[in-house]
C-alpha cells in the first residue's frame, strides 16, 4: 500500500460516500444502545455524516491513518474469512476508536465496533472480507464523536476547573 494525498482523498471520497451504508448503521446501533441504557439518542443524518467525514479528513496526520485503515480493510480478504477474523477485528477496532476521538471517547468507540459489528455481515463474495468489520468501524467511530448523547452535551461534574467555584 502506498499513501499519498491523491489515495487519502480517495479514501475520503469512499468514505463520504458511503453513507447510505454506514449512517442506517449508525442510527440502529444508537437506537439499540440508546434502549439498553434507557436514555433517548439523537438521530444522526446523512449531512452531519458527511460533515463529520470531512473533519476527520481535514487533520491530515488523523486522514492519512484513517485512510490506511480503510484501505487494508477495504482489501482484506481470506479465504472462508475465519482464518483472518483477528486481522480485521483488530484493523476494525483500532479504526473505530481512531475516528472517535481522544480518551475516553476513542476506548468507547472501540467497544462499541464489537457491538456494532454483530449487526453487520456482507454476504461472502459480495465484497472483501474486511468490509463487514469497515463497515462497523466507521459506524462505531463516527456514531461515537457526533452530537447526540446526553452525556456528551454537557459540562463534566468531575472537571477541575468547576471544582474550583
Not at 470531512?54 to 479465504?79: H, M, P, S, T
Not at 482464518?83 to 481522544?102: H, K, S, T
Not at 471517547?105 to 456494532?116: I, S
Request: cysteine-free; hydrophobic content about 45%.
Amino acid at each position: 500500500m502506498r499513501l499519498t494525498p491523491e489515495s487519502v482523498a480517495d479514501e475520503y471520497r469512499w468514505v463520504r460516500d458511503r453513507a447510505d451504508v454506514i449512517v442506517p448503521l449508525v442510527n440502529r446501533v444508537r437506537a439499540d444502545l440508546g434502549d439498553r441504557f434507557d436514555t433517548d439518542v439523537d438521530e444522526v443524518t446523512v449531512e452531519g455524516y458527511r460533515r463529520e467525514v470531512a473533519v476527520v479528513f481535514a487533520d491530515g496526520d488523523l486522514a492519512v491513518n484513517v485512510a490506511a485503515f480503510v484501505g487494508l480493510l477495504r482489501d482484506l480478504d481470506v479465504k472462508g474469512d475465519y482464518p483472518g477474523f483477528v486481522a480485521d477485528e483488530l484493523l476494525g477496532r483500532q479504526l473505530a476508536g481512531m475516528i472517535a476521538g481522544n480518551q475516553p471517547l476513542g476506548l468507547l468507540g472501540e467497544a462499541t465496533f464489537h457491538y456494532a459489528d454483530v449487526m453487520v455481515h456482507h454476504e461472502p463474495d459480495a465484497e472483501a472480507a474486511g468490509v463487514d468489520d469497515l463497515d462497523a468501524a466507521l459506524a462505531a467511530g463516527f456514531q461515537t464523536r457526533l452530537p447526540g448523547w446526553d452525556w456528551t452535551e454537557s459540562e463534566s461534574p468531575f472537571s477541575v476547573a468547576q471544582a474550583r467555584e
